[in-house]
């Protein structure tokens, strides 16, 4: 079993920066590809970025794209989420994911992290 551990949501006004980290523990997710999933009030979760398990090729949302950055560090088991020139409108609890079987499927998750942007 995975378990996965969210960290670094906040409370920051627009135009700041977060960096959320990913936590893996159980075992191993460097062969995993991992995703940043998020959810907004009254929102469905919806996908934000997503990396390979080398790190290699990674994928954002449009509304992402140019703004944050995944990244991974496999020796130290963790994700990171680097999110610049935040808006209001990236309000939204955000959640990491481990697709193990790199299949698009995400079998573990973590329990999220609350991040909320000020005007």
């Known amino acids: 079993q995975v378990q996965l551990v969210e960290s670094g949501g906040g409370l920051v006004q627009a135009g700041g920066s977060l960096r959320l980290s990913c936590a893996a523990s159980g075992r191993t997710v460097s062969s995993y590809a991992m995703v940043w999933f998020r959810q907004a009030p009254g929102k469905e979760r919806e996908f934000v970025a997503r990396i390979s398990w080398s790190g290699g090729s990674t994928n954002y949302a449009d509304s992402v794209k140019g703004q944050f950055t995944i990244s991974r560090d496999n020796a130290k088991n963790t994700v990171y989420l680097q999110m610049n020139s935040l808006k209001p409108e990236d309000t939204a609890v955000y959640y990491c994911?481990?697709?193990?079987?790199?299949?698009?499927?995400?079998?573990?998750w973590g329990q999220g992290t609350q991040v909320t942007v000020s005007s």
């Open positions: 994911g481990a697709d193990a079987y790199s299949d698009y499927n995400y079998d573990y």
